[in-house]
């Protein structure tokens, strides 16, 4: 068994990873201009790349199912690796319920999301703008809780390659490979 990522899956990995840090950046941004066509434009690029993290989550969930992922390195014990697998998971939690959190939002605010400006995606709820209200609240947490669970990740992977000196870095990175 390879003690590295597969090719897909590190593209994944990768593609999603900057795919998360535009829209946190986005929505950060976009969050507290003034009402204008140049943020609703920027809402909707916002939306359409939520709906594809939300879609290539699911294409990486599949991938991760049906396909095991190396071992985690030998000098990892117990609470560190249920650890690990625990914030793993976290990570796939984060991205199917920040975008169903925003979808939400959306669909109370009665904003329907039409990805990349050609698919209407239906609305998940009816007009409510207090239960919208709640939501933006909801997705701005969420967002928040997100952004720290994913430093804690990079520390951790820093923490290995840096004090640790094993592997758990480098056998994520494009471009490396070992048996």
Excluded: C
């Excluded at 199912?65 to 697998?85: C, D, E, F, N, T």
């Excluded at 991205?95 to 400006?117: D, R, Y």
């Amino acid at each position: 068994m390879s003690t590295h990522y597969t090719p897909l899956a590190k593209s994944l990995h990768w593609l999603m990873a900057l795919m998360v840090f535009g829209l946190l950046a986005l929505g950060f941004y976009m969050s507290d201009l003034p009402l204008s066509p140049d943020k609703l434009q920027l809402y909707s690029w916002h939306k359409w790349a939520g709906v594809t993290v939300f879609v290539l989550v699911w294409l990486r969930l599949a991938w991760r199912i049906s396909h095991r992922p190396p071992a985690m390195s030998a000098s990892m014990y117990g609470a560190v690796k249920l650890a690990a697998h625990a914030g793993h998971w976290l990570l796939y939690v984060f991205m199917v319920i920040i975008p169903l959190s925003g979808w939400l939002m959306s669909s109370a605010k009665g904003f329907q999301t039409v990805w990349f400006g050609v698919l209407p995606i239906p609305d998940l709820i009816g007009k409510d703008k207090a239960l919208g209200r709640s939501l933006t609240e909801l997705h701005e947490a969420l967002n928040i809780a997100f952004l720290l669970l994913i430093v804690v990740h990079a520390l951790a992977a820093f923490m290995h390659h840096f004090v640790h000196k094993d592997d758990t870095l480098r056998r994520m990175l494009p471009g490396t490979s070992k048996p």
